[in-house]
């Protein structure tokens, strides 16, 4: 059950979602709602009970000691998945950010509870962000795959249907359900190189936050993040340069990468760069 402590009102709300787990290589997708929290400012309305839909065995609570008023005071935290929303003035939209744990059990009752929320927010869409390891070298752009299903989020966010097959996570059970209740529902996915899959990976996450900006058409605030994202790719120039066997694969996928990219995807990239740089110029 969702624990709801209120029903705000809010302008044309999209929803975006991210999930810890099988969804998340790096944390790049939750990273990136994190990264949103911190950003924008946020209220939190409403929490899963972590009884109905996690596994304690598999995600255990933590206990913390939290400092009150000088008496250090022992706080039990629960896996869970929270709901928050977000009032963005500049913009013509508001913004419902999902982040939690993919739940251990009752999926489908899971994604039902938290349409049912978003229908009560009434929410116009979802978009969900997810990242998976792959063969892609850190020295170039992290890859940015956008992907829906049904003709109605086909002609909204301009992406092609998915065709992939195989396992799924909550992320995918979350794009089903909103495919049948016929709420357009995109998503985006983060390509991270899997010979550095430990987290964090800040240039997934500003990767995934750059192509959010040009699907819904948001200017973000970035922070610290191409600083954080730059800083990783030279620890892993680093170690390529310390260990000759990964230096020589990092080599192979680049020239692989470099032979596989189209002059006019590159274009359309540079393209997306300059619009971005654009709107951040006219928010200034």
């Not at 998945?81 to 419902?96: F, N």
């Not at 620890?235 to 990219?261: C, H, I, M, P, W």
Request: with cysteine; charged share 25%; proline share 6%.
């Amino acid at each position: 059950m969702i624990e709801v402590s209120t029903i705000p009102q809010l302008r044309s709300p999209i929803m975006l979602a991210a999930f810890e787990g099988w969804n998340d290589a790096g944390d790049a997708a939750t990273g990136a709602i994190e990264h949103l929290l911190e950003v924008w400012e946020c209220e939190e309305i409403a929490a899963y009970d972590p009884e109905d839909y996690y596994d304690f065995q598999v995600n255990r609570p933590v206990v913390q000691l939290n400092e009150i008023r000088g008496v250090k005071e022992r706080e039990m935290k629960w896996p869970t998945t929270r709901i928050s929303i977000a009032r963005l003035p500049h913009e013509s939209r508001d913004v419902v950010l999902v982040r939690g744990i993919e739940p251990s059990m009752r999926w489908r009752a899971f994604c039902k509870e938290l349409l049912a929320l978003a229908h009560d927010l009434e929410v116009t869409e979802v978009v969900t962000l997810g990242a998976l390891l792959a063969d892609s070298p850190h020295t170039r752009p992290i890859p940015i795959t956008g992907s829906t299903s049904g003709q109605i989020s086909m002609n909204r966010f301009g992406l092609e249907a998915s065709t992939y097959e195989g396992p799924t996570g909550i992320v995918g059970v979350l794009q089903d359900v909103c495919l049948k209740a016929e709420i357009p529902a995109a998503s985006l996915w983060a390509a991270v190189p899997h010979y550095v899959s430990q987290p964090p990976c800040p240039k997934a996450t500003l990767a995934l936050i750059n192509r959010l900006e040009d699907l819904l058409d948001l200017t973000i605030e970035l922070g610290d993040l191409p600083e954080e994202a730059k800083a990783w790719e030279l620890g892993v120039d680093e170690l390529a340069r310390e260990d000759g066997e990964v230096g020589d694969y990092v080599r192979n996928l680049e020239q692989a990468k470099d032979a596989s990219d189209l002059p006019e995807a590159s274009g359309d990239a540079i393209a997306r760069d300059f619009e971005r740089y654009l709107r951040r110029r006219d928010e200034n």
